[in-house]
C-alpha cells in the first residue's frame, strides 16, 4: 500500500478510522490484529500498534480483557437544546437544561456550603474564598446519567432567604430567574461559554465514559444589573450530545 507523506500510523489509524465509519468494520467486530495489520499495511509491529492505540484513544475501539480489541457502538449525537426561552409555569432543572418537552429525567443534588475558588470567584464577581452555595447534580434519563452540572450562588446575596438552597423550600427545584424574583432581584442577562476537555475521572465514572473520553463543558452564568448571581459548570459526554442554540433576533 502506498502512503503520502503523514507518518506511517497516522495513515494505517487513517484507514481504519474510515473502514469503522463506513461500515467495513461495523461496531462489535474484532480490529485486526497487530500482525495482520502489520502484513496488510507493510509496516512494523511499532506501527501496527501505534495506529492501534490512536484508534483507541480517539474512543472508536475498546479491548477487552484476554478477547481482544473491538469496534465500539456509535450512539447517535442528541441535540441540548440552549434557548432564552423557558416553558410557561417554570421548568425542573433537567427540563431547563434540555429544553425538551418531552424528556421525562430525573435528578439527584446535593447542596453545600463552600469557599469559592479563584475561577468561581471571579466568575461571580467576589472575592476568593467568600462563602457560596455549592449545589451539585446528576441528571438521568431511563436510569443513565446523561448529564452533571455543578452551581454556585453567592451567600451574601441568597444567605438567610428561602431560596438559600436551590432544591429545597417553596422554590426548590424551580429556575434561577424565578428564585431570584422571590427575594426581588431580577435576572436580566445570561452568558454561555461552550469549550471541550478530557473528562475528569469522577465525571467519567458518573457518565459511563472510559479514561480519555471528551466531555463538552457549558460555563452558564446569570446576572441581574450586570452582578453574577448564579454560575454553574454543565458537563454532558461530547460523543453522546451536540449543543444547539436558539438565538432570537432582534
Known sequence: MTFGEQPAYLRVAGD???????????????????????????????????????????????????????????PVPRRIARSGYRPAGGATPFRQEQADGEAHGTWESRSEQAEASGAVAERLGIKSGDR??????????????????????????????PVMLPEEGPLGGMGVVERMAAIDVVVDNVTEEVGARPGLA??????????????????????????AV???????????YRVAYHLPVK
Do not use: N
Request: charged fraction near 25%.
Open 132 to 161: 457560596v452555595m455549592c449545589t451539585r447534580y446528576v441528571f438521568r434519563e431511563v436510569g443513565e446519567a446523561v448529564m452533571l452540572s455543578t452551581s454556585w450562588e453567592p451567600l451574601d446575596l441568597t444567605g438567610r432567604t
Open 202 to 227: 469522577e465525571e467519567l465514572l458518573a457518565l459511563g465514559g472510559v479514561p480519555g473520553h471528551v466531555v463538552l463543558v457549558v460555563h452558564r452564568t446569570f446576572y441581574a444589573s450586570g452582578r
Open 230 to 240: 448564579e454560575t454553574a459548570d454543565v458537563v454532558v459526554p461530547a460523543d453522546r
Open 16 to 74: 481504519l478510522r474510515k473502514k469503522i465509519a463506513d461500515g467495513l468494520l461495523p461496531p462489535h467486530t474484532r480490529l485486526p490484529s497487530q500482525a495482520r495489520i502489520r502484513e496488510e499495511y507493510g509496516v512494523s509491529d511499532t506501527v501496527a500498534l501505534e495506529a492501534r492505540k490512536v484508534l483507541m484513544a480517539e474512543g472508536l475501539v475498546e479491548g477487552r480483557s484476554g478477547s481482544g480489541t473491538y469496534v465500539r457502538a456509535r
